[in-house]
């Protein structure tokens, strides 16, 4: 005897106000990035290394089109995962990647202060903390889809 997977309900849809509060959100952490000075490309790699992490499928789906459109190299995307073990990454994107990945995974209280000691050796604060909010809003959005079961469609062009 099988049970039938119960359906899940796009919460984004069913709750609307807390969702667009939480789009809300991205928004501001949009204007933050900006105001920190930092590019749409390093905020890609980050929103698609969060993702990974998560296995957000639909996350994926739309940040590794946002991130070849705005000039990504389909190279440096396809190392992500590990990109501790290439050259093909600047500092400061090695940085925001350390903080992304400690945001998302929650390591012990050492590794933190380890992780947020380099990445200040390589962002100013106002940079830190909009790559800390870039990571977290990429995390509640991981979930949303993840919970709501978001599904990814085919796309109907190369990029």
């Known amino acids: 005897m099988t049970t039938a997977t119960p359906a899940r309900i796009a919460i984004d849809k069913q709750t609307r106000p807390v969702y667009r509060a939480q789009v809300a959100v991205a928004v501001a952490v949009r204007e933050a990035v900006a105001r920190a ?17 998560n296995g957000c499928a639909y996350c994926l789906d739309v940040h590794t089109r946002d991130a070849l459109a705005g000039g990504e190299s389909p190279q440096r995307l396809a190392v992500l995962p590990a990109w501790r073990d290439t050259d093909l990454f600047t500092d400061r994107e090695r940085a925001a990647l350390t903080l992304a990945e400690t945001v998302t995974t929650l390591p012990t209280s050492d590794q933190q202060d380890r992780d947020y000691t380099d990445a200040r050796s390589h962002l100013t604060d106002d940079q830190l903390s909009a790559i800390v909010w ?9 979930r949303i889809s993840i919970l709501s079961r978001h599904r990814v469609r085919p796309s109907t062009s190369d990029t």
């Open 134 to 142: 870039v990571a977290i809003a990429m995390n509640a959005f991981n």
């Open 37 to 53: 000075g930092l590019d749409r490309t390093l905020v890609e790699l980050v929103n698609i290394r969060v993702s990974q992490i």
